[in-house]
């Protein structure tokens, strides 16, 4: 149990074009959904909270409006990069929290993101 | 706050053992364990949600010092499946949000 799906895995895109990356958890219910930036070698950075039916949460520094998260169900989660750019290269991941007393995260496996 | 860990990195060979500690400036409620592989998405190990609690995971082990405010994660007889950053995790908000410190690398030599 407690799985989450990310998709794309992999995408390369040209600078300026926005890029959609979903995450599913596959067979529990997440009421919030977090996303993370991590650089290579580094470790992972919050960049919002999402909550299923009201806007997210963004973390100090990052961009509303670049970063665009809709949380449309229970089971799926969005975050649409806009107008990307080289800087925006990084690996997202994304991680579903489980109603349990411990509030449990399980992660997705991660977008590799490269803006050319 | 980040959670601070220690050591940065290690390097053991097969059967050896490893203790990985995080510690906080802030009171802490819970302490979340994950591992990452190289490319990989991190691995949810255990949570600790109270003072004095120890959690254990095939020879994988953990204990949270509520007063000392900090999580020890212990590798007994360590395996090659074992090399991974091990990354701890502290609840910060009401919403579950973790905070993560920098993450531990761990390397297991045959």
């Known amino acids: 149990g407690a799985v989450v799906s990310q998709h794309p895995s992999r995408v390369i895109c040209k600078s300026g074009t926005s890029v959609k990356i979903e995450c599913r958890s596959l067979d529990f219910q997440a009421t919030t959904m977090f996303w993370y930036r991590q650089f290579p070698k580094q470790s992972l950075m919050l960049m919002a909270t999402?909550?299923?039916?009201?806007?997210?949460?963004?973390e100090q520094g990052v961009e509303k409006d670049k970063f665009l998260i809709n949380h449309a169900s229970l089971t799926l989660s969005t975050l649409t990069v806009t107008s990307a750019h080289p800087e925006d290269s990084s690996f997202y991941i994304c991680?579903?929290?489980?109603?349990?007393?411990?509030?449990?995260?399980?992660f997705g496996p991660g977008t590799r993101l490269t803006v050319l | 706050q980040q959670p601070v860990q220690s050591p940065q990195a290690v390097i053991l060979r097969e059967g050896e053992d490893a203790v990985i500690n995080c510690s906080s400036s802030k009171a802490l409620y819970s302490v979340h364990w994950y591992r990452q592989k190289h490319g990989e998405a991190p691995v949810f190990l255990m949570i600790?949600?109270?003072?004095?609690e120890q959690k254990g995971h095939e020879k994988i082990s953990a204990s949270f010092n509520e007063k000392k405010q900090q999580s020890s994660l212990y590798l007994t007889a360590s395996q090659l499946s074992y090399s991974g950053t091990y990354f701890c995790g502290t609840p910060r908000g009401s919403q579950g949000n973790l905070i993560f410190g920098k993450g531990t690398k761990l390397s297991v030599k045959p």
């Open positions: 991680s579903a929290m489980a109603r349990t007393s411990g509030n449990e995260q399980f």
């Open positions: 999402s909550n299923e039916g009201s806007k997210a949460t963004y």
């Open positions: 600790l949600l109270k003072g004095g």
